[in-house]
């Protein structure tokens, strides 16, 4: 079933006389989005479980936060224009910035906010709700669904769905994968209405869709979905078991987590801890710096609930593709090469030395490991250390417990610290090496263009040649490496990764057990 919305234009940009009655229509209309939203979250509690839901308080963070709010009220108050007009200017902007973000998490961010911005401009009434009214089983094609429509969507007649735009990392790719719809995203291709009723079949495995299959295909499928079934039953007998190769080579299985909301994926994938948690998001989407307090509060959190599994806690990477407006970042021309990551927490101490407080409270509670980003020389390790030590001096003056022999490590996505891996090695307790970087600065593709997207490819002799160099020089020196880049999970490349002796693997949760019974067929 081809579903064509109903063409929605953009609120008319017109000048309203009562100022104070349209920033009260938009104060109406966000309380009225968050009583929705959290009738969407108790539904999803009840239907999908505690993590899924959290989708839902991510929307009630958003439709609330601070910028996209003041950003609203202040084109109301500047331009007197109207409250919905305000809300799809402001609206589009900040799903623009996100979706120009070239970390994947936040490009998918930039879909949850155009759903709580339509939500708005329904309650505003400038935009009709549109209805999927199903009446038998389909594979519904769409230009897209948000997360609060699949949410809804009649999972009795609904097989799958295929949408035009949206990206696998989007709440709603996330929601399908959870619910079990088959899904493919982002196609890019527009279907005629016409083709509704047509026959097809969609991969989601491979990104597929055949329209209008021969017997043989149609055959081949079949199969396809008979081995699947067999594989899943396979894999949860995977859970319990080691992640050793055939020749008893150990390999650890960690996960990469965004957030505090996703730890209870650990221990449904049968993880072996968190290879990477990404700090920045405790600083995205406010307005004010976090103090240490909620730092720690954040932290202790992830060591507590891992119940002696490990953590390796990255420090902040804002710059680049991440802006947050209180940090009153210049504006760069080259913003991946730019000020960033260690670069910025080196020049602006008092944040770092916040942060690492935070995070040597924290290990009190639990195993964490801290992980410093995008390094390029040894100096850089040496300064972050002398800083480290220092905030260590400081809390035993204060008689504050923390983990004396905590791990720290470093980033490998640099060319440069591939090649100086073994002077690094000498200096830290770990490796973990961030393969979309890597490939970004070795082969000078910029991530962010979609245009170069076959050329950024990790499979490329030069990236493989550093990944292996720097395993090497880390085995001389005793320490141990990680891979926590997407190549960790690309499963055509996993004998090699193992043949070059890397020791610990983290990828997205729902890979943990798949990389499992292929490092146990090895």
């Keep these: 079933m081809v579903y064509e919305r109903d063409a929605e234009e953009l609120p008319a940009n017109k000048k309203v006389e009562n100022v104070q009655a349209e920033l009260s229509r938009f104060v109406q209309a966000q309380q009225t989005v968050l009583q929705n939203l959290q009738k969407l979250q108790a539904k999803a509690l009840q239907e999908i479980g505690e993590e899924e839901a959290a989708i839902f308080d991510v929307h009630q963070l958003m439709v609330t936060d601070l910028d996209y709010v003041e950003g609203i009220t202040n084109l109301i108050k500047t331009s007197n224009v109207s409250a919905a007009y305000a809300v799809a200017k402001i609206g589009e902007q900040f799903a623009q910035q996100f979706a120009k973000m070239d970390d994947e998490y936040m490009q998918g961010r930039s879909a949850d906010v155009r759903d709580i911005t339509n939500q708005l401009l329904v309650v505003l009434g400038e935009h009709r709700r549109n209805g999927l009214h199903l009446t038998k089983s389909v594979i519904l094609v769409v230009d897209d669904l948000s997360p609060s429509e699949t949410l809804c969507l009649d999972k009795s007649k609904v097989l799958g769905f295929v949408t035009i735009s949206g990206s696998t990392n989007s709440h709603t790719a996330i929601l ?28 989601g495995n491979k990104g597929l869709v055949y329209l209008d299959p021969d017997l043989a295909t149609q055959q081949q499928v079949v199969e396809q979905q008979e081995e699947e079934a067999k594989n899943k039953e396979y894999l949860t007998q995977m859970k319990g078991l080691p992640t050793i190769t055939q020749a008893g080579q150990k390999i650890k299985l960690c996960v990469n987590i965004g957030q505090v909301e996703e730890l209870p994926m650990v221990e449904r994938y049968d993880a072996e801890g968190v290879g990477l948690f990404r700090s920045e998001f405790i600083y995205l989407g406010r307005k004010y710096f976090p103090s240490e307090e909620e730092l720690f509060v954040v932290y202790k959190q992830v060591a507590a609930s891992l119940k002696g599994k490990k953590a390796i806690i990255r420090t902040l ?27 910025l927490c080196l020049m602006r101490p008092r944040i770092f030395e916040m942060q690492l407080r935070a995070l040597l409270r924290a290990s009190a509670y639990g195993k964490i490991s801290i992980m410093l980003p995008m390094i390029i020389s040894l100096a850089e390790v040496q300064q972050a250390k002398a800083i480290l030590e220092r905030v260590k ?36 307790d770990f490796f973990s090496i961030g393969t979309n970087d890597l490939v970004q600065y070795t082969l000078a593709v910029d991530r962010q263009n979609a245009v170069l997207n076959e050329l950024a490819d990790v499979h490329h002799p030069a990236v493989l040649r550093l990944i292996e160099l720097t395993i090497q020089n880390a085995h001389k020196q005793g320490i141990w490496v990680g891979i926590c880049g997407e190549a960790a999970a690309d499963t055509s490349l996993t004998a090699q990764f193992v043949a070059m002796g890397v020791d610990e693997l983290s990828v997205v949760p729902n890979q943990v057990l798949t990389l499992r019974k292929l490092i146990r067929e090895l």
């Excluded at 959870?178 to 083709?195: D, F, K, N, S, Y």
């Excluded at 400081?394 to 996505?413: H, S, T, V």
């Design 176 to 203: 399908a994968r959870t619910l079990g719809i088959p899904a493919v995203v982002g196609t890019g291709r527009v279907l005629p209405e016409e083709q509704s009723g047509t026959l097809a079949i969609i991969d």
């Design 393 to 428: 001096e400081n809390l035993r003056a204060d008689k504050i417990k923390f983990d004396p022999e905590i791990e720290l490590g470093i980033m490998i996505e640099t060319p440069a610290a591939a090649v100086i891996s073994d002077l690094l090695a000498a200096e830290v």
């Design 317 to 343: 990477d804002i710059g680049a593709d991440k802006k947050v407006a209180y940090f009153n970042l210049p504006a760069e021309e080259n913003p991946a090469l730019g000020l960033r990551a260690i670069r």
